[in-house]
């Protein structure tokens, strides 16, 4: 999807090989994100790994393909479904990296860890940790220690839904 939204500029799907504290690994999913992220873009790459990582949570299978109408830019698969979530997580990605693409910066590519800001508390590995789906199908996760999920998909503090 990258190569789609990205035909005319500068951008593929290696613009993000091992970019920032998020994108260790290639931009594999199941890679620990190192740190904080050290921009925007790797907040982004972030928030996907995270989506995929919910979309994909009690399955199994490393290539599961879907349906994404070119003309519409819309996931065509039935809303709900593994291959739906999957590229509803890849199809919010290369839009939000579309909107901040000027932020790209090539000093954070093979990022050394040592330049890694450790996660806040909030964000701990051992966190009681949740996914929320949105109404348009992308997943987030939050600590349910101080957010919830609402009804309409959007995570916000306990008590502010």
């Known amino acids: 999807m990258i190569e789609f ?3 005319s ?3 593929s799907a290696n613009s993000f090989r091992d970019y920032g504290c998020a994108g260790t690994g290639n931009m594999k999913f199941a890679a620990p994100t190192r740190g904080m992220p050290v921009d925007r873009i ?12 919910c979309a994909l949570e009690g399955e199994t299978g490393d290539h599961i393909g879907y349906e994404f109408d070119e003309h519409y830019h819309e996931c065509s698969d039935e809303f709900g479904s593994l291959a739906h979530s999957l590229c509803s997580c890849d199809r919010d990605f290369v839009k ?3 909107k901040i ?11 050394p860890s040592s330049k890694c800001a450790p996660f806040a508390p909030s964000f701990r590995a051992n966190a009681k940790g ?13 600590n349910k220690e101080i957010r919830q999920c609402c009804e309409n998909g959007q995570i916000r503090g306990i008590g502010e839904c």
Do not use: H, M
């Open 5 to 7: 939204y990205f035909a």
């Open 101 to 111: 693409r000027d932020d790209f910066n090539p000093d954070f590519l093979n990022l």
């Open 96 to 98: 939000n990296i579309w």
């Open 42 to 53: 790797d907040a982004q790459i972030n928030n996907w790994k995270q989506c995929t990582k």
């Open 130 to 142: 949740a996914c929320c789906q949105s109404t348009n199908g992308v997943f987030g996760w939050y």
């Open 9 to 11: 500029s500068e951008f």
